[in-house]
């Protein structure tokens, strides 16, 4: 089994930056993939950003250019920096970690509100 928490949600304002944190604990594999997915109200859940096992990166076309995701590989941790943010990005934003079974393990999700 595998626990993963996100934390770093919030109200920003349009243009501003915010960071999102999440942490994987439990049986956590040596190669695995983690990274984020957000949901807006009556909306999919969609890929925002990957830091693949690989050591590439995936992100979601609405996000290029302004979202970064890291990781710390030592602490099976993931980040995301997002800046020059909209209103669109406002969702609650869901972290995952996959190892090598590809089952995605999802956190609780933590609520980005983008507004003035």
Not at 28 to 43: E, L, N, T
Not at 56 to 68: A, C, E, I, L, Q
């Amino acid at each position: 089994q595998v626990h993963v928490v996100e934390s770093g949600g919030g109200l920003v304002q349009p243009g501003g930056s915010l960071t999102l944190s999440c942490t994987a604990s439990g049986s956590i594999s040596s190669r695995y993939s983690m990274g984020w997915h957000r949901q807006a109200p009556g909306k999919y859940r969609e890929l925002v950003a990957v830091s693949l096992s690989t050591g590439d990166d995936n992100y979601g076309d609405s996000v290029k250019g302004r979202f970064t995701v890291s990781r710390e590989q030592s602490r099976s941790a993931v980040y995301l920096q997002m800046n020059s943010l909209r209103p669109e990005d406002t969702a609650t934003y869901y972290c995952h970690y996959t190892g090598p079974d590809d089952w995605p393990y999802w956190g609780q999700g933590t609520q980005v509100n983008v507004s003035s």
